[in-house]
């Protein structure tokens, strides 16, 4: 069974760091490229950053350049976005997703909370 599974996400306070995980089961994300995503009550889903298939390129939006980072680990199976300087405003469910050649697959998501 194909899945992604996110992991890490969880309460910490602003500027605090949370490093969150997307496993990929069921088959290999080496030829995919993996993208995180984030949707705050009320809002529309968007896009926080991604990494290509080698990992060679990655981009970031703006409301994470600088505090954010994405890396994967091949041999692992799993993409990670190490999240750093953490704001009330990056309060949200994390999702990744992974796309090649038509083929999209989402994790079920993990809760991120910035809060005092």
């Known amino acids: 069974q194909v899945q992604l599974v996110e992991s890490g996400g969880g309460l910490v306070q602003p500027g605090g760091s949370l490093r969150l995980s997307c496993k990929g089961s069921?088959?290999?994300?080496?030829?995919?490229?993996i993208g995180w995503f984030r949707q705050a009550p009320g809002k529309e889903r968007e896009g926080v950053s991604c990494?290509?298939?080698?990992?060679?390129?990655?981009y970031y939006a703006d409301s994470a350049k600088g505090r954010f980072t994405i890396s994967r680990d091949n041999a692992k199976n799993t993409v990670y976005l190490q999240m750093n300087s953490l704001k009330p405003e990056d309060t949200a469910v994390y999702y990744c997703?992974?796309?090649?050649?038509?083929?999209?697959?989402w994790g079920q998501g993990t809760q991120v909370t910035v809060s005092s």
């Open positions: 997703n992974a796309f090649n050649r038509g083929k999209d697959y």
């Open positions: 069921g088959f290999t994300l080496d030829y995919y490229v």
């Open positions: 990494i290509s298939s080698s990992g060679g390129s990655t």
